[in-house]
């Protein structure tokens, strides 16, 4: 099938400035995200930014970039700039792929674009996995996402969810242990969409759901569209946000 990667970088980072040209393993780490991406089934790999240096460094790595404003309130307003920007057209599949995360498995790229191909009434494609713990039930930092029958998502929260009551109850409403009987799963942050979705979504005013909850994926739910869920056939690692996150990934890479 035919699909397009758009993978975002911005220079400005409250805690990381510079974060997509620092160095990882002697390249830039959005070099790391870019041959990665090209590993996919993807028939192109677009860089858009709104900083020079990154273009510069995009170009030096011999990638094809696409300069965008630096004003956008959101990462799909600026994929929706770039689809429009290059002419897209509304049933075309694109997958956003962070600037962050150098060392994401192909295979789930492809998995997401597939999965939006095989159902058509869906706008959007995304992936989770398990949750084992307690404690990741119960932090805000992890999404928690919960589907239907066919893999649609119901909803998406910071809040442990959904909530096992008689389990909860007979610790006086505190859990230590995850009970039996149910698969919580984390959302990962990696999305197929459909062009004609994109173009809808930077039309709709965010929606009270994604302003109290700060995840921008309620504003499509709010606004009736379907986002199919499955679990991702390979983990990706954690992204990097900050100079230790780098350098613990520059660790993992030289044990490797």
């Known amino acids: 099938m035919s699909f397009a990667i758009v993978i975002p970088a911005r220079y400005a980072s409250s805690r990381f400035p510079g974060k997509p040209l620092a160095l990882l393993d002697g390249r830039p780490m959005l070099q790391h995200v870019y041959e990665r991406a090209c590993q996919s089934e993807a028939k192109r790999v677009i860089i858009a930014t709104d900083d020079e240096r990154i273009a510069s460094a ?12 630096a004003d956008h309130p959101s990462g799909t307003d600026r994929l ?7 002419g897209f057209f509304a049933d075309d599949i694109v997958v956003n792929v962070q600037g962050d995360e150098p060392m994401i498995p192909p295979v789930i790229i492809n998995q997401v674009a597939h999965n939006l191909k095989a159902f058509p009434e869906a706008g959007i494609a995304t992936l989770s996995e398990p949750i084992d713990t307690v404690e990741a039930l119960l932090n805000p930092n992890v999404v928690k996402v919960v589907s239907d029958s066919r893999g649609m998502a119901l909803y998406f929260s910071r809040a442990p969810m ?3 009551r008689d389990a909860a109850k007979a610790h006086n409403n505190s859990l230590h242990e995850l009970p039996e009987g149910f698969s919580w799963q984390r959302h990962i942050g990696l999305y197929a969409y459909r062009v004609k979705l994109l173009n809808d979504f930077v039309t709709w005013p965010p929606a009270a759901l994604e302003l ?8 499509a739910l709010y606004n009736g569209v379907r986002i199919h ?3 991702a056939r390979e983990a990706p690692p954690a992204g990097v946000d900050t100079p230790a996150d780098l350098a613990r990934l520059q660790q993992l890479m030289e044990r490797r």
């Open 58 to 69: 995009a170009e030096g790595f011999g990638a094809e970039v696409c300069m965008t404003s």
């Open 80 to 86: 929706q700039e770039v689809v429009s920007k290059l």
């Open 162 to 164: 959904p909530w096992p």
């Open 212 to 219: 109290t909850e700060c995840l921008e994926q309620l504003r």
């Open 229 to 231: 869920v499955e679990p």
